[in-house]
């Protein structure tokens, strides 16, 4: 490991902008990251998660089980993460510089940016699904508008998709403070009045005669005990997206204890809540219409109220923006915005995002069972090792020791440039992994520990870069990992080269980078 250099580095414009510098206030205090997991976690997809899991036979104690053990996984390492996005300040993108070198960190942003736009553009439409159902509730006479199609959509859901889409762009580019005031008091807590609402309802409406200690398939102990263990792995899956840039959110907390204490209560907590609760409606539709519905928008059909019609599609509409904002643009809107950060800031960067999510055609994605299997289930595979590489170097490697303001240096003589400003050692580890994961979560001779994938590929790049960087670790006599939020002058530098190119009459110009 290089020796960061004694004197503050000036930031250069291809690697410096406003949006990726440290934070310059912190404002998400518990209340703002327990709303943020609100948001994530009261989707669709993860009710129907839950619910799919007592449909398939677990008790409902078990599913209670096996989810609170894979969330609070979940957990710890989100607070690992958050750790060093709350020291650091930078987004996910800057702090994985440190790791993959100041260019290199585009390899891992990237990657993240492509799931990321694939399933912004899925959340959209599935989002638009819930307007036409509005809008045909309200206006019968429309049906015949969606009846045609247009590259795969009706006339009707064109109109519902790019309403969504123009919807979230407004609330998107208005930036991060404005998402955490809309999150705070609109995303996270209307879902849990509907849903709560439905349990209310089929509860009475079944006489209070639901069973939750009973496998509704009669599974035996041994595949309870599977599927359990598969609900765990899974669970941990599907949140590897956010562990792995926490940091965009960890970055504007004040302390440590906002965002743990915030992790606590959204994620053991509020997941697992909302999980029986999820479990609690699917039961009363068992009880109540004779059959296990796990989807929430048709257990609304199902009551065939308008009024009940109307007020949970607009719910299930804010709650797919809450997701899309959490976990499917903020984070591509800064790994875009380090591919140029001269020319490209959070907000064009999140236009980007969104223009790329209507160019996908994100209903012909999700529509192919093959395109989602391989093309999202392999990049899927990826996450493991890139959150293994970031927590390794940082905890193992430096120790918690980041030299903020070289992240944003191009010099040869900085800490992060390595080779050409890529670090061999973060390939080399991460391509194996990945090769490994990837190959267990696709290939079918391999189904049985597919849904462990992660795990391995976790590991398998961990002690990998563990290995190749052992020469590269903080002395173990350099004391415990520092806790206080590290001094970064790279604001005050960008400002004074700022100021100094006026003075001159000049246009500006990259500081020149040795060796790259």
Known sequence: ?????????????????????????????????FALWMSDTHAISNYAFAASLFVLGLPAWEVFLALLAGISIVYWLMNRMGHAGHRTGVPYPVLARASWGVYGANIPALLRAIM??????????????????????????????????????????????????????????????????????????????VVLALAVYLVVKAGGDISLTRSITGLSGSEQVEQSLIAVSLTVATFLTLVLNYADFARFTPDHRSYRRGNLIGLPVNFTAFAVVAVLVTAGTIAVFGEAIYDPVKVIQKIDNPVVTVIGALSFIVATIGINVVANFVSPAYDFANLAPKYLDFKRGGMITAVLAVVVMPWKLYSSALVIQYFLGALGAFLGPLVAILLVDYYRV?????????????????????????????????????????????????????PFSWIFGMALAGGLY??????????????????????????????????????????AAPVPAEGS
Request: aromatic share 10%; charged share 15%.
């Open 1 to 33: 490991m290089k020796t960061p250099s004694p004197q503050p580095l000036r930031p250069d414009p291809r690697l410096f902008n406003e949006d990726l510098a440290p934070a310059p206030e912190r404002k998400w205090g518990t209340y703002s990251i």
């Open 116 to 193: 990321a736009v694939a399933w912004y553009g899925i959340q959209t439409w599935l989002a638009s699904t819930a307007v036409v159902l509005l809008t045909l509730q309200i206006a019968p006479g429309l049906e015949a508008y969606h009846h045609n199609s247009v590259l795969g959509l009706s006339t009707l859901g064109w109109i519902a998709f790019l309403l969504m889409w123009g919807l979230q762009a407004v609330l998107l580019t208005r930036g991060m403070e404005f998402i955490r005031k809309v999150q705070d008091f609109a995303t996270g807590p209307v879902v849990w009045l």
């Open 398 to 450: 430096r120790r918690g020791r980041i030299d903020v303001d070289a992240l944003f240096s191009a010099d040869a003589r900085g800490a992060y440039h390595y080779r050409r400003g890529y670090n061999p050692k973060a390939v080399i580890a991460f391509l194996p992994a990945a090769a490994v994961a990837a190959a267990l979560a696709l290939v079918p001779a391999f189904g049985v520990v597919a």
């Open 466 to 507: 563990g290995l190749v960087c052992r020469g590269d670790r903080v002395a173990s006599d350099a004391g415990p990992i520092p806790q206080d939020i590290i001094p970064s002058q790279v604001r005050a530098a960008a400002g004074e080269q700022s100021g100094s190119v006026r003075g001159a009459g000049v246009a």
